[in-house]
């Protein structure tokens, strides 16, 4: 139990465009669902926190405008890059949980911007 | 905020040998502990994780223990197998708030 899906896996965009990045919880209802961002041989940094039917709570230094989240359902997120440039380039991973530990992970995106 | 450091940020053993990774933290009000296993070019998954009620978990050839006093806790697998091989992170948190994680440790299990 407690899976996350991920999509896609990996994604190419041309600078300028958007990508759009699903989490989903499959078995359980997530009440709160985090959005991480990981640079190669580092850990991971948290972006935003999103609960369902309510604004995302970005970490200082995050742009919400840049990085929109949508958390419409118990089961759904969305992570949207707008306008990418090669420097959003990186490993976007979600996780979701129930408010009750733990904290499970979906299998991450690996965003390249040409 | 909490603060968690995790040493060593790598490691290496020999298969068969066991292998300890710490971390400390620094939020006495942390009460939730769990270290997950990233696999290259994947999201981390969960596999051990303890409360501060509990000193000690065991799961197999994997335990950790938690010194509440020393606010450290620490991560120990035996009989380290190559499929052990992964960056392992730690992390802390208290109810209803965000997960701290550590910086991470490179395992490498020298078959």
């Known amino acids: 139990g407690a899976v996350v899906s991920q999509h896609p896996s990996w994604v190419i965009c041309k600078s300028g465009t958007s990508v759009k990045i699903e989490c989903r919880s499959l078995?359980?209802?997530?009440?709160?669902m985090f959005w991480y961002r990981q640079f190669p041989k580092q850990s991971l940094m948290l972006m935003a926190t999103?609960?369902?039917?309510?604004?995302?709570?970005?970490e200082q230094g995050v742009e919400k405008d840049k990085f929109l989240i949508n958390h419409a359902s118990l089961t759904l997120s969305t992570l949207t890059v707008t306008s990418a440039h090669p420097e959003d380039s990186s490993f976007y991973i979600c996780s979701a949980e129930t408010g009750e530990s733990p904290l499970h992970f979906g299998n991450g995106t690996r965003l390249t911007v040409t | 905020g909490e603060n968690v450091e995790q040493h060593p940020s790598t490691l290496s053993v020999q298969e068969g040998d066991s292998a300890v990774i710490k971390c400390t933290y620094s939020d006495s009000a942390s009460n939730y502990f769990p270290w997950y296993k990233q696999e290259l070019g994947k999201g981390p998954q969960l596999i051990i994780d303890?409360?501060?009620?509990?000193g000690e978990k065991k799961d197999q050839r994997i335990a950790v223990t938690l010194n509440k006093t020393a606010k450290h806790f620490s991560l120990h697998i035996t009989e380290t197998q190559p499929e052990d091989s992964a960056v392992y992170f730690c992390?802390?948190?208290?109810?209803?708030?965000?997960?701290?994680f550590g910086t991470g440790t490179s395992l490498t299990v020298i078959p």
């Open positions: 303890i409360r501060s009620n509990v």
């Open positions: 999103s609960n369902e039917g309510s604004k995302a709570t970005y």
């Open positions: 992390a802390a948190r208290w109810a209803g708030n965000q997960f701290y």
């Open positions: 078995d359980f209802q997530a009440t709160t």
